[in-house]
């Protein structure tokens, strides 16, 4: 475990690092501020990266906005920094999503050694948009997953047959939807970069991460291109039996969504490092009315914020991230 002092360079890492996040389009709804004579992170939504047709309660902008929350304390703890963290710590500022103090560890107060072993896959965990194969996933790599959500107030089912069925026809209905809706592809096209806009982009999904076209098969992947041409974009197969995990929550406030979004990261890199393939599809989960469709019929409860994908495949490739000097203010 690497120690390094408190300095400007430390935090912009931790910021670089809470920044690999995965938000919905990548649009990485957040900006940071630190005060530096009070070692304090200050974790803010940014409205102008919201989306105001596919989550228009923000919702999916605090789980984007917790996942970065959470890999700020991997950094964190993997410099040898004990982190205390305050959700939502000022009511008449709901942009204002979360407070993190950093401190050096003390004999009673060490740095968290269980989140420090995530560090590697910060940076190794992509969106994977490719096939998987139909191996399974050993009970034991799922026990582990369903422990990382747990440890952040969150659960994390694999659904049985009938119920993956269920849900797979959840999000073709979604897709179904979205074809009669004129304005339903409006955030898609704002938080899309092709050709050689993608060469040069800092935020959104470019083309080369869109995967290949989907020619059979079931898993829930959606596609970025629509109907749009993408130059070298091949078609496949991808599995008929999608490994599914859903990620929920008791509550389904705005507190509730940043335990979400650092349980939902928390598991992405627990999978990363047993060396699964992962993707996230909200797309059934976007009508609030039609999320309870989504819960286990016979024991689910709470809410549920997001479809896993999971099995073992091709990883993604890296998406672009903005310069931290864009997203971090020091002060």
Known sequence: MASRPLD??????????????????????????YLGAEHIVLLRADPERAMPHSDPDNRALHIGCGAALFNLRVGAAYADLVTETTLLPEPGDPLLLAAVRLSAPVPHSPADVELARLHPAVRERHTSRHPFSDEDIPDDVRNTLRDAAAQEGAELLFPGPWHTESLLDLIRDAESRDALDPGAAEDVLRWTRLGAEADTAVDGIPDYAFGPRKEDGRAPVRDFAGRRTVAGRGTTAFEDRPHLALLSTRGDGPADWLRAGQALERVLLEATLAGLATSLTSHALEEPALRPLARDPAEGVGQVHMVLRLGYGPPGPATPRRPVREVLEIV
């Open 8 to 33: 400007d360079s430390t935090v912009t890492t931790l910021v670089a690092e809470a920044t690999m996040a995965p938000s919905m389009h990548n649009a990485q709804p957040w900006r940071f501020r």
